[in-house]
Nanobody, 122 residues
């Protein structure tokens, strides 16, 4: 499975970004795409996930509406919309693939994209 993440960049505080993750090379009909982020000097955090089995999951501190996940009708491209960006959202954002169900633990995901850097200036 190959994943290509894109859409990151430099944005001012309060702005928005839509990250994209395009997946290819998979054969399962049912799978999950998760978004994670890793800020400098911090551990990787689970942000959100979408799958046929679970629907949409937004984890922990990422609930509240600023982060929203979606995918196109072909299910090959998954998006992460981030609104009201804050400097603390600065991180590399990764998308990842696993079969069937979402899971908050990064180690359960089989394939990872290269990450896309989001930098939020104050």
């Amino acid at each position: 499975v190959q994943l290509q993440a894109s859409g990151g960049g430099l944005v001012q505080s309060g702005g928005s970004l839509r990250l994209s993750c395009t997946a290819s090379g998979f054969s399962l009909e049912s799978y999950a795409i998760g978004w994670f982020r890793q800020a400098p000097g911090k551990e990787r955090e689970a942000v959100s996930c979408i799958s046929d089995e679970d629907g949409i999951i937004v984890w922990g501190d990422f609930k509240g509406g600023r982060f929203s996940i979606s995918r196109d009708v072909t299910k090959t491209t998954t998006y992460l919309q981030i609104d009201s960006l804050q400097p603390e959202d600065t991180a590399v954002y990764y998308c990842a693939y696993k079969g069937l169900y979402c899971n908050q633990h990064a180690v359960t995901f089989e394939s990872w994209g290269q990450g896309t850097l989001v930098t939020v200036s104050s």
